[in-house]
């Protein structure tokens, strides 16, 4: 019945459209036959029918010009087309993505799916991989469909954009009348593309008690289900995940899990599985490829190991970070800078305008840095900018690319020098991956891949009583505040990196990530330094944010129908999100306004701690200049290549 209604209103949003029906003022006892004709072409037309041919058999050479797979996506390749559920953990920059696009080949030439969907944790990430599938749909197919952007207030498909217009239409760039587009016109529709690639969040939104949610799950129905980087999640949005795919899995749907930093914990949790011991998790193999009947080891991949100098640095002023970068970038060195906040980003971003701008990240010539406080414009900008500076193909020479979170999962990129705050576990090996990721000249001194780690110069102990950078807690409170709260986990990865400062990747990963994730590494090591109580409101937190999830997840099992024959409802006391948090507003620039790449900007969002009492609707006022000032309300904000500050650049 769940699957029922979102058909229903699929079939309901593709009969309204009056491109393809067009309204008929006069009764004409023919016109069902004329309906089912037009029903029936529009189908076509709009890519919801069966999926174009692929170019020839789904063998290797239809994915890669690489003489052989690699060894995870040969494990991949050799499972059954049947298994619904796949779970692949193997290191960053392994071939995890192609591995995905090799099984849906598989999986289309056996005529198990239609479509394709590619979940990734962000929206850079997800521009990124979007032009990838579009390249490797072109090597796929005959006639190969454009892939849609999943990304919200953004009309793109394939490498053409559209201005949205009033009244619901769009104008694309390419002149194209395009009904295989209609997918990417509303976000609602994101997922009955034929191959669409976003954020997680539009997939879990078809697991949510809101409006859309079954469209969304029916429409998902006939795809490959691919969620990237499963690690990243927080508990909150994981349950809703794990609902979402189940109820996918349930309908006969497939699902293909990467991750390259996934603990036992989380694993087990997604395959329905009980705990066991901290000695037998970490000591399972890795790489690996779970399916329905257990684990399958992948063999080593001849010349993929690295091996990496890993140094602590006491002190993690923007002032010490900067200097680090330069010193490396003066040698010749592509240096990538990843802050715990922006904050922290923008303070190492001043120190190197002053004395290296010739050596930063820069957009039409204007240094800047990567951070979620830009303009989507702006943004789009920047994604593509990062690529050019230290991705595969970036020329040589000295370089500093100085960024948040939002340069550390799922984007290609190849630096020779990775500065980095403390992390937790997963995210520092994470952010590994963007080091040396692929073979290529490097220069002297920097051969071996090298991280430093920025740290507090007084332990970690104060971090259970205040929040810095990004780590610990603010714990005045009734919960605990905060970016990477798990003081004991960071506790746990400092001393992996004094205990070890070799690592070699992969073959460490499964047992790193344990010793700083498994609970049987983590309960005796807050004993020993005193933190039990903290790091039961930790898992406290955590086991609150899993019951929240359980409050707002659809539930596809429960009836549309009660014994006592009520009609299922949704909640509308509430605004449901796939994300836990306050949500900063949106606010509505003046038209003409340029950005801090002289390309006009229509909007921005504030952090949410700078939107309190505000609704989204004040005006803002604008002085443009080289800086932009605005006033809202009584805030004055700053906007340059810096990104977003405050008045004055106080983030308070």
Same mark, same amino acid.
């Given at each position: ?85 796949? *779970? &692949? ?10 591995? !995905?696009?090799? /099984?849906? =080949?598989?999986? $289309?030439? +056996? ?58 239409? *769009? &104008? ?10 209609? !997918?990417?016109? /509303?976000? =609602?529709?994101? $997922?009955? +593309? ?71 914990? !989380? ?386």
């Amino acid at each position: 019945m769940h699957l029922f209604c979102g058909l229903l209103t699929l079939a309901d949003w593709v009969a309204s459209d009056r491109r393809a029906f067009e309204y008929a003022p006069r009764f004409s006892s023919d016109y069902w036959h004329t309906a089912q004709i037009r029903a029936r072409a529009r189908v076509a037309e709009i890519g919801l029918a069966v999926s174009p041919p692929l170019r020839g058999p789904a063998d290797w050479s239809l994915i890669s010009d690489h003489s052989a797979p690699r060894p995870a996506q040969q494990a991949v390749k050799e499972l059954l087309p049947d298994e619904r559920l796949i *779970l &692949l953990e193997a290191e960053t920059g392994s071939g995890k993505t192609e591995a !995905a696009l090799w /099984h849906f =080949a598989a999986l $289309l030439e +056996a005529g198990k799916v239609d479509a394709l969907y590619f979940a990734v944790p962000t929206r850079a990430a997800a521009r990124q991989l979007h032009g990838r599938i579009n390249k490797a749909l072109r090597r796929m197919f005959e006639t190969p469909p454009e892939a849609v952007l999943a990304i919200p207030g953004q009309a793109v498909a394939g490498e053409a954009k559209a201005q949205i217009l009033p009244g619901f239409e *769009l &104008l694309w760039d390419d002149g194209a009348v395009a009904p295989q587009r209609w !997918a990417a016109e /509303h976000s =609602a529709r994101y $997922l009955a +593309a034929r191959v669409a690639v976003g954020t997680v969040d539009q997939m879990a939104l078809g697991g949510l008690q809101i409006k859309f949610a079954h469209l969304r799950g029916a429409s998902l129905s006939r795809a490959l289900l691919v969620i990237d980087e499963v690690h990243a999640s927080d508990p909150y949005m994981t349950e809703i995940q794990r609902a979402m795919v189940q109820a996918h899995l349930d309908l006969g749907g497939y699902a293909f899990l990467m991750s390259a930093t996934l603990g036992a914990v !989380a694993r087990r949790r997604w395959r329905n599985e009980a705990p066991s011991d901290l000695i037998s998790d970490a000591n399972l193999p890795y790489p690996a490829v779970w399916t329905s009947k257990g684990l399958h080891t992948i063999p080593a991949d001849p010349g993929g190991t690295k091996v990496v100098q890993m140094e602590i640095h006491s002190g993690w002023s923007g002032a010490e970070a900067a200097q680090l970068a330069e010193d490396a970038a003066k040698q010749g060195a592509r240096v990538l800078v990843v802050r715990n906040t922006v904050v922290r980003a923008q303070e190492t971003f001043a120190v190197c305008s002053v004395t290296a701008s010739d050596m930063l990240l820069s957009v039409k010539g204007i240094p800047t840095l990567h951070h979620s406080r830009f303009a989507p414009e702006d943004r789009a900008m920047l994604d593509r900018a990062v690529e050019q500076a230290i991705g595969k193909e970036s020329p040589q020479g000295g370089r500093i690319v100085i960024g948040t979170q939002t340069l550390e999962q799922s984007l290609d990129l190849c630096a020779d020098l990775l500065i980095t705050d403390l992390c937790p576990m997963d995210v520092l090996l994470q952010r590994i991956g963007r080091l040396h990721r692929h073979r290529r000249p490097r220069p002297d001194g920097f051969s071996q891949p090298r991280v430093i780690v920025l740290c507090p110069t007084e332990g970690l102990d104060p971090l259970t009583q205040y929040a810095e950078n990004g780590l610990g807690a603010h714990v005045g409170g009734p919960s605990l505040s905060g970016v990477y709260v798990d003081v004991p986990g960071l506790q746990a990865t400092l001393e992996q990196i004094e205990d070890q400062p070799v690592w070699c990747i992969p073959q460490m990963n499964r047992a790193l990530v344990e010793a700083a994730t498994h609970p049987e590494a983590l309960e005796p090591l807050a004993a020993r330094h005193g933190w039990m109580g903290y790091r039961q409101r930790v898992v406290g937190k955590a086991l609150a944010e899993m019951r929240t999830a359980e409050l707002v997840m659809l539930d596809r099992k429960v009836p549309f129908l009660d014994p006592e024959q009520r009609v299922l409802c949704f909640p509308d006391d509430e605004k449901i999100r796939t994300r836990l948090g306050e949500e900063g507003v949106i606010l509505t620039l003046p038209k003409g306004i340029l950005g801090a790449f002289a390309a006009p900007i229509s909007r921005i969002m504030l952090p949410a701690h700078w939107s309190h009492g505000l609704t989204g609707e004040e005006q803002v006022q604008v002085d443009p200049g080289q800086t932009i000032r605005m006033t809202v309300s009584d805030m004055e904000l700053h906007y340059s290549p810096a990104g977003l500050q405050k008045g004055g650049g106080n983030d308070v």
